[in-house]
């Protein structure tokens, strides 16, 4: 598990540096990361998923604290997908940034991407030899959370249903 969230990690601050490189993002010294728990910071959810003829693959949902050069603290989040050797990659959702202020996460400046993906879990397709991955959208400027289902060999939504009440 340590290798899977550290090549995430990885990745997930490549692109984001190249995005926001003006942010001189790091990481905060000794971050305790918490492995498939309910927490939604500092947390890494890891699954391992059945992809057909390719065997199995292991997608990992990362919710991480970064500090930019001014001083905030962000979250940044990002969903990935890779085999045991990590030859083979794949962004499922491509890694956003939101504000972390006393203990509670808001859109981050003019940023229009506010949400975060939490909870995944494998479900099995029907008809194929292969799952799904299912998992919570929170978006933090809306409030609201939407339970979607993806196929992850062409990053398609299968399903989705938006929770009505706000997710406070």
Same mark, same amino acid.
């Given at each position: 598990?340590?290798?899977?969230?550290?090549?995430?990690?990885?990745?997930?601050?490549?692109?984001?540096?190249?995005?926001?490189?003006?942010?001189?993002?790091?990481?905060?010294?000794?971050?305790?990361?918490?492995?498939?728990?309910?927490?939604?910071?500092?947390?890494?959810?890891?699954?391992?998923?059945?992809?057909?003829?390719?065997?199995?693959?292991?997608?990992?949902?990362?919710?991480?604290?970064?500090?930019?050069?001014?001083?905030?603290?962000?979250?940044?989040?990002?969903?990935?997908?890779?085999?045991?050797?990590?030859?083979?990659?794949?962004?499922?959702?491509?890694?956003?940034?939101?504000?972390?202020?006393?203990?509670?996460?808001?859109?981050?400046?003019?940023?229009?991407?506010?949400?975060?993906?939490?909870?995944?879990?494998?479900?099995?397709?029907?008809?194929?030899?292969?799952?799904?991955?299912?998992?919570?959208? !929170?978006?933090?400027?809306?409030?609201?959370?939407?339970?979607?289902?993806?196929?992850?060999?062409?990053? !398609?939504?299968?399903?989705?249903?938006?929770?009505?009440?706000?997710?406070?």
């Amino acid at each position: 598990m340590d290798v899977l969230v550290g090549r995430t990690a990885s990745a997930m601050d490549s692109i984001l540096t190249v995005n926001f490189r003006s942010l001189a993002l790091r990481t905060p010294d000794n971050p305790r990361l918490e492995i498939n728990t309910l927490a939604d910071v500092d947390v890494a959810d890891v699954i391992s998923y059945r992809s057909g003829t390719a065997g199995v693959r292991y997608a990992v949902s990362l919710r991480v604290r970064r500090i930019t050069g001014g001083g905030d603290t962000l979250l940044a989040a990002g969903v990935m997908a890779w085999d045991s050797a990590g030859a083979w990659q794949q962004t499922i959702f491509r890694p956003t940034l939101i504000a972390l202020r006393r203990g509670r996460l808001v859109p981050y400046g003019a940023l229009r991407r506010s949400i975060f993906w939490r909870r995944l879990q494998p479900i099995s397709d029907f008809g194929f030899s292969r799952d799904n991955l299912w998992m919570e959208q !929170v978006d933090v400027r809306r409030e609201s959370v939407l339970w979607g289902i993806i196929q992850p060999r062409g990053n !398609v939504v299968v399903a989705a249903a938006e929770v009505e009440a706000s997710c406070r």
